[in-house]
């Protein structure tokens, strides 16, 4: 390294994949010498991400920036953002780096006014999904897609997690005229270590935010459908928060699975994994979910959706993989408990998953990307 960089994270929700990605990389760029700060919402997380942020503080030269950021486009949008520039414009970052919607479209307005004022500022972009996930063909969608398209204009590097994200931005968005590049997201050495289940266990585990497009409410009818199948009651838990967690729980009730299902908040993904013998990624829509590569190296098996850049991860034709469907996740969830051990055995290799999936090789590479955009 030749000299360290002033590098601002930016992003709107402190939960989820992306502040985790943020944790990881903010972790490794501090260890490789950077001053490095993170600006963010302050009306989400909670308890458990009060606790993340105390763990970061102590690595974190330009600190914690916290201020209310909205999700969508709405009146209080430019205060908010009047606000977050400000916080920027303090902690004068030679890096920028936006990551989500919000934070995509902060870091490049506000990269570009610093360097209206002067300041040499690398403005750098990772979508994580964010506005991807939208239809192109609906109005929604069109206008945020036009959003990206004006913002290209202001990047200097776009980074992708997984291919399939590179391929919508390019098919909904276009391909950028500026650098651009694949970066998986990364696991630490400690994280490959397996983590046996608990004696009393139970047979499926979903873990994420309690949200309709993460799949909450298709694990609950999988489950009611796999017992169906299997002519006997089976066990869950239900690791997460969010608004729409009283609708979930009315939907177990409902299914009569109020008894089976275990609704527990927010905790590690490792002591989580300990509550069941097998995990279960239900969603709608991904980028490149961390819970499905941290619940892999756990030695956990894993049935998943085959949205986003899951397939990438476990390869062409593993039986891990079903569409977003209830029967269908139900089918597999059956299957599964029907001989676990073989089951397993089809998931990914640790080593292989080693070699495309570390912490290390992803903060290199993104580093890389932030000299090459600084150097043009």
């Not at 990269?111 to 500022?121: A, D, I, Y």
């Not at 005229?177 to 990364?186: A, I, K």
Request: hydrophobic content about 45%; proline content about 6%; some cysteine.
């Amino acid at each position: 390294m030749t000299q360290p960089l002033r590098i601002v994270h930016c992003f709107r929700s402190p939960v989820g994949g992306i502040f985790r990605h943020v944790r990881d990389l903010a972790e490794a760029q501090a260890a490789a010498g950077h001053l490095v700060g993170v600006v963010c919402d302050s009306t989400t997380g909670g308890a458990f991400e009060e606790k993340l942020f105390e763990q970061m503080k102590p690595s974190l030269a330009l600190g914690v920036s916290r201020t209310p950021m909205q999700r969508h486009i709405g009146p209080g949008d430019l205060a908010a953002a009047w606000r977050a520039y400000g916080l920027i414009k303090e902690l004068k970052p030679d890096v920028l780096h936006g990551h989500g919607a919000k934070g995509g479209v902060y870091s490049r307005v506000f990269g570009s006014l610093l360097r209206v004022f002067r300041f040499r500022v690398a403005r750098l972009y990772t979508a994580h999904g964010g506005s991807l996930h939208y239809d192109e063909k609906t109005a929604t969608g069109r206008l945020f897609f036009t959003i990206e398209r004006l913002m290209a204009r202001f990047t200097d590097y776009t980074l992708f997690v997984s291919d399939f994200e590179r391929n919508a931005y390019h098919r909904k968005v276009g391909k950028p005229d500026r650098p651009s590049g694949l970066v998986y997201n990364g696991l630490r050495a400690g994280e490959f270590e397996s983590v046996a289940a608990a004696a009393d266990a139970a047979d499926f585990l979903y873990i994420g935010m309690m949200r309709d497009l993460k799949g909450p409410d298709l694990f609950i009818d999988a489950l009611a459908q796999a017992e169906a199948l299997l002519g006997r009651h089976l066990g869950a838990v239900m690791v997460g928060d969010g608004e729409s967690l009283p609708l979930y729980k009315a939907q177990a009730a409902r299914l009569g699975l109020a008894e089976r299902i275990r609704f527990l908040p927010p905790m590690p993904a490792r002591q989580a994994f300990a509550l069941a013998r097998t995990v279960v990624v239900p969603s709608r829509a991904e980028a490149m979910p961390y819970i499905v590569l941290e619940a892999l190296a756990a030695g956990k098996p894993v049935i998943a959706t085959a949205v986003g850049g899951i397939p990438e991860i476990f390869g062409a034709g593993s039986p891990a993989v079903v569409r977003p469907d209830a029967a269908d996740l139900a089918g597999r969830m059956a299957e599964a408990l029907a001989d676990l051990p073989a089951f397993a055995a089809q998931m990914p290799e640790a080593a292989v998953l080693k070699r495309r999936f570390g912490a290390d090789a992803m903060a290199a590479e993104i580093e890389r990307a932030y000299f090459g955009a600084l150097a043009r």
